[in-house]
C-alpha cells in the first residue's frame, strides 16, 4: 500500500497510502513546488508516522503530524471502515476522530489511507550552526532565541559526545569542533534569511557561542546539516560487537526547563560510565538520548532512562515528545496524567478495541498492574 492516489493541488492537499515513504512524497511533491514537512527518521512511511503522532526537525516552524493530517481512513478491530473527515482545512462536526487515532500506536485501528496537508516549498533555505563551551551555554542560546520570536525553521542541538561520535564514524564530508553545538534552519525569503540569521548571530555571541558558521550555497547547507542526519548512525558504529545495544529514548520539557534538564541529564550520562549522547529538536523543548550498553549494562541504561523521564515529568514535560509509549513508557501516564485519565484512555481502548486484538498492552496496560509490578517512581 506505498501509492501516491491523488494530489490536490489547488488545495494543498495529498491522498496516500500507508506505505507511502515521507521521503519519497516530498519527491514527488518538489515537482509542483510543494513539500510535506513531517520529517522523522529516514525510512520513516506514513503509517507509522501517524500512528506514532511524530515529528522530527521541522517541528519547531511546522507542527507535529497532528498538526498536517486532515483525515484518515481506519479498519476497526471487527473489519468496520472508518472515514474520520472530509478534506476541509477545518470542521466541527463531532468528536474528532482524526486526531484520536494520531498518537494511537495501532492500538485502536489501522490506517489504510490518509489526506495530508502540504504547503508552498520555501523560496530560500540556509543553515547555520555554532559551538558553545558547555551544553547549558547552547541550551540557553535556545532559550534566547525562542523568547526573541525569530521566525527560524528548525533549531537542533548536538553535544560534544554526539559531535565525536560523527567525527570518528566519518560519514560526512568534514571535521566538525567536538562541543555542544547548535544547528539552525532558516527559510523564507532571501533577505528574511539573511536578516534572521544576523540576528541568531548576535544572540549566539551574547550566550557565550565560540563560533558560528553560515552557509552561502544549498550545497554548504546541506553539508552543514549533514551532521544532524548522521546522530543516530554514528553512535551505532561505536558498537564493540553484537551484543551492543542503542537505545534512543526522548522527553520534551516546556522551553525554560530545556537547559536545567540536559546539563542533569548529561551529568547523569557521563557518571554512568556509558558512551551517551543528547541530540534535540530543541526549539520546542524536546530532547533525546542516545546510549551505547551490552546485556550487562542494561540495568545502568535502564536507570539513565528512568531519571531522565523523572525530571520531564516532575518539570510538568512529558516522558516522550515523538517516540511514542508503546510498553516500555506506558507506566509513566499515571505520573504524568493522573490515574482518571489512563482509566479513560483505557475505556476509551475497550470500546474500539474490545477484545484486545490491536497491540495488546500497549500505551495502556489492558489490566491494572499489580503491587510491586512496575519499577517505583
Not at 497532528?66 to 474520520?84: H, P, Q, R
Not at 557565550?208 to 553539508?223: M, N, Q, Y
Not at 554512568?272 to 546485556?295: A, C, E, M, Q
Not at 540495568?299 to 512529558?318: F, L, N, Q, S
Request: hydrophobic letters at 40%; a negative charge; glycine letters at 10%.
Amino acid at each position: 500500500m506505498d501509492q501516491i492516489l491523488k494530489l490536490h493541488k489547488d488545495d494543498l492537499d495529498v491522498v496516500v497510502q500507508p506505505a507511502v515513504g515521507w521521503e519519497t512524497l516530498n519527491e514527488d511533491l518538489a515537482l509542483e513546488g510543494l513539500f510535506f514537512p513531517p520529517d522523522p527518521g529516514p525510512g520513516a512511511m506514513i503509517g507509522g508516522m501517524v500512528g506514532t503522532g511524530c515529528s522530527g526537525t521541522n517541528a519547531y516552524r511546522y507542527g507535529t503530524m497532528k498538526d498536517w493530517v486532515l483525515s484518515l481512513t481506519v479498519v476497526m478491530a471487527d473489519g468496520t471502515i472508518v472515514k474520520t473527515k472530509q478534506r476541509p482545512r477545518k470542521s466541527s462536526a463531532g468528536y474528532d476522530l482524526t486526531r484520536t487515532f494520531i498518537g494511537s500506536e495501532g492500538t485502536l485501528g489501522l490506517v489504510t489511507e490518509a489526506t495530508l496537508k502540504v504547503t508552498v516549498k520555501p523560496q530560500n533555505t540556509s543553515v547555520a550552526i555554532c559551538s558553545f563551551g558547555s551544553i547549558r551555554e547552547a541550551a540557553n542560546c535556545v532559550f534566547k532565541v525562542v523568547g526573541e520570536g525569530v521566525p527560524i525553521a528548525a533549531i537542533e542541538i548536538l553535544d560534544d559526545v554526539q559531535m565525536k561520535c560523527i567525527n570518528d564514524a566519518g560519514g560526512t564530508s568534514r571535521q566538525w569542533k567536538e562541543a555542544p553545538t547548535l544547528f539552525f534552519k532558516f527559510s523564507g525569503t532571501a533577505s528574511g534569511v539573511k536578516e534572521n540569521i544576523s540576528i541568531v548571530q548576535k544572540l549566539a555571541k551574547s550566550a557565550g557561542s565560540k563560533s558560528f558558521e553560515f552557509a552561502k550555497s544549498d550545497d554548504e547547507a546541506a553539508e552543514l546539516w549533514s551532521a544532524r542526519k548522521e546522530a543516530l548512525w554514528s553512535v551505532m558504529a561505536k558498537k564493540r560487537d553484537d551484543s551492543d545495544h542503542v537505545w534512543t529514548t526522548d522527553v520534551a520539557v516546556p522551553i525554560s526547563s530545556l537547559p536545567k534538564i540536559i546539563e542533569e541529564t548529561k551529568e547523569d550520562m557521563r557518571k554512568s560510565g556509558l558512551l551517551g549522547s543528547i541530540v534535540g529538536h530543541v526549539g520546542d523543548g524536546n530532547f533525546h538520548s542516545i546510549i551505547l550498553y551490552n546485556d550487562t549494562e542494561h540495568d545502568i541504561a535502564e536507570g539513565i532512562v528512568h531519571r531522565m523521564v523523572k525530571r520531564a515529568i516532575e518539570m510538568e514535560g512529558t516522558a516522550t515528545g515523538e517516540h511514542g509509549v508503546g510498553l516500555v513508557k506506558r507506566d509513566y501516564l499515571n505520573h504524568e496524567l493522573g490515574e482518571a485519565a489512563v482509566d479513560l484512555m483505557r475505556k476509551l481502548k475497550q470500546a474500539f478495541d474490545p477484545l484486545c486484538l490491536l497491540n495488546c498492552d500497549k500505551i495502556v496496560r489492558v489490566q491494572k498492574p499489580k503491587a510491586g509490578e512496575i519499577q517505583e517512581w
